[in-house]
């Protein structure tokens, strides 16, 4: 059976290509009033696989341009209703559907105390990309399959680009361009050793750090929502603060070891854990001989989640259906899901 999911998931690189060749003016001009008047505070607002794609958003902004910027939890404003200072802030939502009212409502606050207000957003006709004074399209197309795939690639090269337009990096955004063909280069990867491990597990720890803690966070949700696996994704430092205990004799570990400054910190981690006696999988670039997946890589280390992400859907894809499971309709759950 070749579920949606797997089917939407492997054109991401398609998509990509149709984003990449819309909205550079748009991006350019964003970037030119960012340069112009830098924004006092940045937030991210975002939930489920959206809220992974702000956390690498974040973390692009603060290591390429040294402003922090943090998760605003939404409650503050739907809930709380706390008087936030938005004044000179810029929000910056991500959504596939557009359509969750604890994502719209901040979106609408910031920007009428006077924010910069940015939204990501697939459906280019939803409330959200009403609400927000930049809509960016992600041209992702139509998702139907419950598990977000294609649309989360799409936002992450869309964090990519608002980040490399502000930076005016040109050489960044030679990299962004170049993605299409890493990403269709990344579905033909064989991860058949993770479904042979995983087919008949009921829990595992997803490790990332960095750049690549997204990628954890993602992949963890992917477990639960379409293998029903109970995944929890940690910071490769954060393990070590207490979930280690839970390490027992071939205890499933994914491990993404992306490169950049993180890396090496990663590969001592899943040595250690195979010593623990945890059944460790190594996903690292080819480089690197002790891993047991191989993860893609982009033109540039920044963007390497964005490939590595893909390789592990075609997988996630495969290993639900390894498990019985339909991805495109897990349990309990839908494809738009409106919490406040
Ligand atoms: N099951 C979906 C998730 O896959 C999705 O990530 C989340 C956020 O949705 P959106 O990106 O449309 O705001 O909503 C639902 O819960």
């Not at 960012?34 to 937030?43: F, N, T, W």
């Not at 936002?155 to 930076?167: G, I, K, Y």
């Not at 030679?174 to 087919?199: C, F, G, K, N, R």
């Not at 963890?220 to 994704?233: D, M």
């Amino acid at each position: 059976m070749t579920s949606l999911m797997l089917k939407e998931a492997r054109s991401a690189a398609e998509h990509v290509a149709l984003q990449l060749g819309q909205d550079n003016d748009r991006y350019a001009e964003l970037g030119q009033r960012l340069r112009a008047a830098p924004p006092s505070s940045i937030l991210t607002v975002a939930r489920g696989s959206s809220d992974h794609a702000a956390n690498y958003c974040a973390y692009l902004i603060m290591a390429r341009l040294g402003r922090i910027v943090a998760s605003l939890p939404l409650s503050l404003v739907t809930l709380n209703k706390a008087p936030l200072i938005a004044r000179d802030a810029l929000a910056i939502a991500i959504s596939q559907s557009g359509q969750s009212p604890d994502v719209i409502e901040p979106i609408r606050y910031f920007r009428d105390s006077g924010a910069t207000t940015v939204a990501l957003v697939n459906d280019a006709a939803s409330p959200l990309a009403d609400s927000a004074e930049w809509a960016l399209p992600l041209h992702a197309g139509a998702e139907l399959s419950v598990a977000a795939t294609k649309s989360f690639i799409a936002s992450l090269v869309a964090a990519a680009r608002l980040t490399a337009h502000w930076q005016d990096d040109a050489a960044f955004l030679a990299a962004i361009d170049a993605l299409p063909q890493a990403l269709t280069a990344a579905t033909q990867l064989d991860w058949s050793p993770a479904i042979e491990v995983l087919a008949p597990s009921s829990r595992i720890m997803v490790v990332g750090r960095g750049i690549s803690l997204p990628l954890a966070l993602e992949s963890a949700l992917k477990f639960k929502e379409t293998s029903a696996i109970q995944a929890e994704a940690f910071s490769g430092a954060e393990i070590k603060h207490g979930p280690m205990a839970l390490i027992d004799e071939g205890y499933p570990l994914l491990i993404f070891a992306t490169r950049g400054p993180t890396q090496t910190s990663l590969l001592k981690l899943a040595d250690e854990m195979r010593g623990r006696g945890a059944k460790v999988l190594l996903a690292a670039p080819d480089d690197v001989a002790a891993r047991d997946l191989t993860l893609p890589i982009a033109a540039t280390p920044d963007l390497d989640p964005i490939v590595a992400i893909q390789a592990f859907y075609v997988m996630a894809a495969q290993l639900a259906v390894a498990r019985g499971m339909d991805p495109d309709q897990p349990r309990h759950l839908s494809k738009v899901t409106k919490t406040q």
